[in-house]
């Protein structure tokens, strides 16, 4: 079974950084993903993490330990399009044919 | 040309009646799947089929059926509709077979069901 964590709210302002934090404890592990959804919308992919260390994709970087089943997402420059959901995934290894288990997502809400 | 595709995108039913969501991809994946997403926005894994053979099946109540014809086309029958199944169940696709294949999930628009 997975077990992921993550905060159900966070606030920022426009220009600022975020770091959105996920914990997952899973019995196999092949990849974390976030994923940012819209109010209404179908969830979107952002960045996915199978190593240890840093992945950057323009303003949105992600970062991944395996050892502390740990990784965030890292917003810079936040925009009032910023303000969304944000779901972390894990990928199961175990499974032969492994499907996505989401958190409970993180809704950002940007102000001016 | 959109990639996944579900209908009806709102669907408003009676507790008791039986209604069906239908998806198609057109991205030539192997694999699609059938999540729900409640009101606390918690989206969960439902069904997966891969060339039309069902390979993940959550704790679903029976009255919920997925159906795929073929590889680009899954729906999900409910019957017997109950006030609980009020949701947005999304379909979604991905391409399991192929190597570089990271884990990445295409999904549709959602389809939002209300029972009263």
């Known amino acids: 079974g997975q077990n992921i964590d993550q905060p159900t709210e966070m606030t920022a302002t426009e220009g600022a950084i975020v770091q959105i934090n996920c914990t997952y404890q899973?019995?196999?592990?092949?990849?974390l993903f976030w994923y940012q959804q819209h109010a209404g919308e179908a969830p979107t992919f952002l960045s996915y993490?199978?190593?240890?260390g840093l992945e950057e994709k323009g303003r949105f970087s992600s970062f991944l330990s395996r050892s502390k089943g740990y990784s965030y997402l890292l917003l810079k420059e936040l925009q009032m399009k910023d303000s969304a959901s944000y779901l972390c995934a894990v990928r199961d290894r175990d499974s032969g044919y492994s499907t996505l288990t989401f958190g409970k997502g993180t809704m950002l809400l940007v102000s001016p | 040309d959109t990639a996944v595709s579900q209908t009806p995108k709102y669907l408003v039913t009676q507790m008791g009646n039986d209604k069906s969501i239908k998806c198609e991809q057109n991205l030539g994946h192997d694999t699609m799947y059938w999540y729900k997403q409640d009101s606390k926005k918690f989206l969960k894994i439902m069904f997966s089929?891969?060339?039309?053979?069902?390979?993940i099946n959550e704790t679903v109540p029976n009255r919920f059926s997925p159906k795929s014809p073929d590889k680009a086309h899954l729906n999900l029958h409910i019957n017997s509709l109950e006030l609980g199944d009020s949701a947005v169940y999304f379909c979604a696709s991905s391409p399991v077979s192929r190597r570089d294949w990271t884990g990445e999930l295409f999904f549709g628009e959602g389809s939002r069901l209300t029972v009263l």
């Open positions: 993490n199978v190593l240890d």
């Open positions: 089929y891969n060339n039309k053979e069902l390979i």
């Open positions: 899973t019995s196999g592990f092949n990849g």
